[in-house]
């Protein structure tokens, strides 16, 4: 499944987050990227550098964009405001699908400017899907909702995340951004199956992968984005693939950020493990789920 | 994180029932139930940079937070929810640090933190970016003497100048006026708008230099040693020294897509907020020419040209 609707019949292949430290390699060596991630609300400005670097990169690049804002699963309606910048950004980048979370993160028009999760109850998701199926009435392009990381869950929650993850996408009939390693992160920190995770949720929506590192303490992960993908996560990765098919991927590094080599290499390890996985699940038929 | 204020909140019996938590099986109710996990994660750290405690009511934090959020068996609920009482802060302090670098190297850590937890205990975001987040304090410092009390005026120059910085970074540019159209116009009805990423500051500090060798500093420190920087930050030095009192009118601005600080005269303040405020073009020369006896009118003629050439002047379409 190299294309689905979810993501524009595309097939991006493996691409890195562009972030400020590699700026300045991107514009003068012009490295050969698949394409690069951006993140929507660093270039929802009025003016300045940030657009100029986006333009330049524009020219030579492919950019789908990814937000971490538009809080779906807030129970205050989406801000109009906000969608008209972000429409804005969309002409200008024209990505092919715009991605942002399953996740709450302000009431009453306040901001925490974090990624919470949302109580996995029906309400929460009918909700959640009504406000995807606004913003991308309003946004004209095609919408991917990313599974966040959590350290709590809610008792309020009457279904599993997975349950919870599909009713909304259904509902809204929107595509998925499937972060293999906030999987990995939760799974960890609230002892489920990351393989159930991936078997239960439905593949044929899947419009891209994230992969990223976390830090691990004593008694959590946090989803840190500062380190390589650990092998459980290929691991995941794998799977997801086997049940996908070849998928738009894409690394996040966004701390402790090393050189844009070192970035790529890591990101590019995806075509080794997506090369043999879809030789291995060529007579697979990934819609079955 | 400022110290506790242990007798701020009312006190209540510790026998009386914590509430029950919204259950979110409506709208309504997620919308109660994500206003008390916002009061949780939002609410201020104590000076250890923990989770506070006891709740704004005084009850027990923790029976409050095993009312909404599941234990496992590592975490108790009131751990989990820490988890994100800390990284709100975290969070909200870096960028605010990042916003205000020169503050936080006059005021020193333990002010700076002092002052950020308590603007954004008053001031939280209210908007989907982090970018706006210091939008509101030069208006907080004016209000709030106590933490300007260091050095009042060095203080709010300095929150001036940053924030002045933040807006001549990525405010819009519109379409400026070229030198041209200002000879064709009629300066008695021309009214000039200065771009929105131009801000006139009158400073008593020579700030524009001592944040430009500040960042200097830093990004020298960035290509350094990194111990170096860290034992310098841990003896709380820092090789920039505050500077002294000396008056500058100044004007940042954005210039081929980097930040400027412009010195100005103050004729050549004078004449820039007169039209700022709105007055025609020929109305505010006037006004400059009256009161600054040493101008003549071939000094506008040549400001006005390097104004323009900068992309400093606007009008608005018909």
New interface residues.
């Given amino acids: 499944m190299p294309a689905n609707s979810f993501n524009g019949f595309t097939d991006y292949g493996v691409g890195i987050g562009l972030r400020v430290p590699h700026y300045r390699h991107i514009l003068t060596r012009k490295p050969v990227v698949d394409w690069f991630e951006i993140i929507s609300?660093n270039f929802?400005?009025?003016?300045?550098?940030?657009?100029?670097v986006l333009d330049q990169i524009l020219e030579q690049y492919r950019v789908v964009q990814h937000g971490v804002?538009l809080y779906f699963g807030?129970?205050?309606e989406l801000?109009r405001e906000?969608l008209k910048k972000l429409k804005r950004l969309v002409r200008r980048t024209k990505t092919p699908w715009l991605s942002d979370h399953l996740c709450?993160g302000?009431?009453?028009?306040?901001?925490?400017?974090?990624l919470?999760p949302v109580?996995y109850?029906?309400?929460?998701a009918k909700?959640a899907a009504r406000k995807i199926r606004e913003a991308r009435d309003f946004l004209e392009v095609p919408l991917a909702i990313e599974n966040i990381s959590s350290?709590?869950?809610?008792?309020?929650s009457t279904m599993t995340e997975w349950e919870f993850l599909t009713e909304v996408v259904e509902r809204a009939d929107c595509g998925i951004l499937l972060d293999v390693n906030n999987i990995y992160v939760s799974s960890q920190?609230?002892?489920f199956d990351p393989f159930t995770y991936l078997d239960r949720i439905p593949a044929h929506r899947v419009a891209q992968i994230h992969i990223a590192g976390h830090t691990r303490y004593d008694?959590?992960i946090?989803d840190t984005h500062d380190h390589p993908v650990i092998p459980p996560v290929w691991r995941l990765y794998t799977h997801a693939t086997s049940r996908t098919g070849r998928t738009a991927t894409l690394l996040e590094w966004d701390a402790n950020i090393p050189s844009f080599e070192e970035v790529h290499r890591e990101a590019l390890k995806a075509r080794q493990f997506m090369g043999e996985l879809v030789e291995g699940a060529a007579g697979s038929n990934p819609s079955s789920c | 994180m400022s110290a506790p204020a242990p007798n701020s909140s009312p006190r209540v019996s510790r026998r009386q029932p914590t509430p029950k938590?919204?259950?979110?099986?409506?709208?309504?109710?997620?919308?109660r139930?994500?206003?008390l996990?916002?009061s949780a994660?939002?609410r201020e750290l104590n000076e250890d940079f923990e989770m506070r405690p006891r709740w704004t009511d005084g009850r027990s934090m923790r029976a409050r937070a095993s009312?909404?959020?599941?234990p496992?068996?590592?975490?108790t609920?009131f751990?989990?929810?820490e988890?994100?009482n800390r990284?709100?802060w975290f969070?909200?302090l870096e960028?605010f640090h990042e916003d205000f670098p020169g503050l936080r190297a006059v005021l020193g850590q333990e002010r700076f933190v002092r002052l950020a937890v308590a603007y954004l205990s008053a001031h939280?975001?209210?908007?989907?970016?982090?970018?706006n987040l210091g939008r509101h304090l030069v208006r907080f410092l004016e209000t709030q003497p106590s933490h300007t009390a260091f050095n009042p005026r060095l203080v709010l120059d300095l929150a001036r100048l940053e924030w002045a910085h933040i807006e001549a970074?990525?405010?819009?540019?519109e379409p400026p006026v070229t030198a041209d159209a200002l000879l064709d116009a009629n300066p008695a009805e021309l009214r000039l708008r200065l771009q929105?990423?131009v801000t006139l500051l009158h400073l008593a500090y020579p700030l524009d230099d001592f944040l430009i060798a500040l960042r200097h500093v830093e990004d020298s420190r960035a290509e350094t040693s990194n111990a170096v920087a860290a034992q310098q930050s841990r003896r709380g030095i820092h090789p920039v020294r505050s500077p002294k009192p000396q008056p500058v009118w100044l004007a940042t601005h954005?210039h081929r897509?980097?930040v400027h600080y412009k010195r100005l005269t103050v004729a050549q303040f004078q004449l820039l907020d007169a039209l700022r405020q709105g007055l025609p073009l020929a109305e505010a020369c006037e006004l400059v020419l009256r009161d600054c006896f040493r101008t003549k009118p071939e000094h506008l003629r040549r400001w006005f040209g390097d104004w323009a050439l900068l992309g400093w002047f606007w009008l608005p379409k018909e």
């Fill in positions: 609300e929802m400005v009025d003016g300045g550098r940030p657009l100029e804002s807030s129970a205050d801000n906000q709450w302000s009431v009453d028009g306040r901001y925490t400017h974090d919470l109580p109850t029906l309400a929460a909700h350290y709590a869950e809610f008792r309020a920190n609230h002892s008694r959590y946090l | 938590a919204p259950d979110a099986r409506t709208v309504a109710s997620l919308s139930l994500q206003l996990v916002a994660t939002m009312r909404f959020i599941k496992n068996d590592r975490l609920a751990e989990r929810l988890i994100y990284q709100y969070r909200l960028s939280p975001s209210t908007s989907f970016t982090l970018r970074f990525d405010n819009a540019a929105p990423h954005r897509n980097c």
